[in-house]
């Protein structure tokens, strides 16, 4: 009986360490939890900081890289656009080229109808001085027939039938004259036409078609006039008609008549000689100075013309180097960006096996530990306890099955022993 009094209380006192040992290891279990969580919070923060670190530094470069690719994609969107700009501008040469042959081939044209106004205007002076050399020969001639007339009376009559029929010739020459009027007129009016057709092809030379234009006018006026003087010859015949009776009084003052027709006669012809020169030197004047200005002009064009096949060339070289360097540089950046790419893949796979790394690490921490001590020694706490519930019936009176002394001794030393081994492992598991 005392044995088992002196088991009994030797088991109390061991249950009371083992207790106390148990809070000690909880405890223990606290402040090595506190200390782990402290120790790996700092640990994954440095961690973390060093991630986020190199992470921002990946990411600047990231974005230093973007921002030179995108330079680089404006820099490309630049040489599209000048390519856009060259081939418009090959447009323009071409254009200019055509308009060029265009203006030549108007200057040509306008040349030729220059060359055509003039041959017609130098017939026209041809015809004029025709028109006055056969007038003079009618004016030398009637005054040969009045002379005659005032030597021999005898034949007035005579001479009036050919002064009648030389007044026929004369209203012929009239009509004649009439109708080369009214031809000149209508070149006039084609010439003004052609002119009036060319001051809309050429703006440069409005100043000479206009004055060509005033030209014809002066023609058309003179033509006016030659037809007024006709009608005044015309009435003059018709009063020569009339005073046939009157021949003797008729042929002196034909005489007069006939002076005063000469001299106008002369001074119509000094004026139609006159204005015939002038107008002949003002057209080859015009037309010299046409044709100095559309040479000018056509030089002009031709020089335009090379300065902006040279800068086309140039520009078209310039953008050529511009794509190939271009293209080198995106390529360049596409192989950049795949192997940032890479990188990135790369960064986020260590940072996964970091985690699965912290996961592993939890599993294996002293906390985990001290739990598996815990655990081990309520375990043997439930196993002693029997013992003692056993005692306790058997001072009640009530009988139950009891381990034997041995056995409980056994539990534990056991216990206490597994209790050392987990202190002495946590102690060598800590820094």
């Not at 440095?46 to 230093?64: E, F, P, T």
């Not at 008549?257 to 030197?281: F, G």
Request: aromatic share 2%; hydrophobic share 35%.
């Amino acid at each position: 009986m005392e044995d088992c009094l002196t088991l009994r209380d030797n088991l109390d006192m061991r249950l009371v360490r083992l207790q106390e040992a148990k809070h000690l290891l909880w405890e223990q279990q606290k402040s090595l939890e506190a200390s782990f969580s402290q120790r790996q919070r700092s640990q994954d923060q440095r961690a973390i900081r060093k991630d986020c670190g190199d992470l921002q530094l990946a990411n600047s470069h990231l974005r230093r890289e973007l921002h030179q690719w995108r330079k680089k994609l404006g820099l490309q969107q630049q040489v599209t656009k000048l390519a856009a700009h060259c081939t418009e501008l090959s447009q323009r040469v071409k254009d200019t080229q055509q308009h060029a042959q265009q203006q030549a081939h108007q200057s040509e044209q306008l040349l030729g109808q220059l060359e055509l106004s003039q041959a017609e205007l130098q017939s026209s002076q041809l015809a004029s001085s025709i028109q006055a050399s056969s007038l003079q020969a009618a004016v030398d001639a009637k005054a040969a027939e009045a002379s005659a007339a005032s030597q021999l009376a005898q034949t007035l009559q005579k001479k009036v039938d050919e002064l009648t029929a030389s007044i026929a010739s004369i209203q012929q020459q009239l009509e004649g004259t009439q109708l080369t009027a009214k031809g000149a007129a209508r070149k006039a009016e084609e010439t003004a036409t052609s002119l009036a057709a060319s001051e809309l092809k050429v703006k440069q030379l409005q100043e000479e078609v206009t004055k060509s234009h005033a030209a014809v006018v002066e023609a058309r006026n003179l033509a006016t006039a030659a037809q007024e003087q006709a009608r005044v010859s015309e009435g003059k015949a018709r009063v020569a008609e009339d005073s046939k009776a009157v021949a003797e009084r008729a042929l002196l003052e034909w005489q007069q008549v006939s002076d005063e027709r000469r001299k106008m006669m002369e001074t119509h012809e000094r004026q139609l000689l006159q204005v015939s020169e002038e107008r002949a030197k003002v057209s080859s004047d015009r037309v010299s100075a046409a044709e100095a200005q559309l040479l000018s002009q056509v030089s002009a064009l031709q020089a335009q013309l090379s300065r902006e096949t040279s800068t086309r060339q140039d520009s078209e070289l310039t953008l050529r180097q511009q794509m190939v360097s271009s293209q080198g540089l995106l390529d360049s950046m596409q192989g950049r960006v795949q192997h940032l790419e890479r990188t990135v893949l790369d960064k986020e796979r260590q940072i996964r096996q970091l985690e699965d790394s912290l996961k592993t690490k939890e599993a294996d921490t002293p906390a985990r530990m001290v739990d598996r001590a815990v655990w081990a020694v309520d375990r043997l706490v439930s196993q002693l306890m029997p013992v003692a519930e056993g005692n306790e019936q058997e001072e009640g009176g009530e009988g139950c099955q009891r381990l034997p002394a041995s056995t409980a001794l056994g539990i534990a030393t056991r216990a206490q022993a597994l209790l050392e081994q987990q202190q002495m492992g946590l102690s060598a598991g800590l820094p």
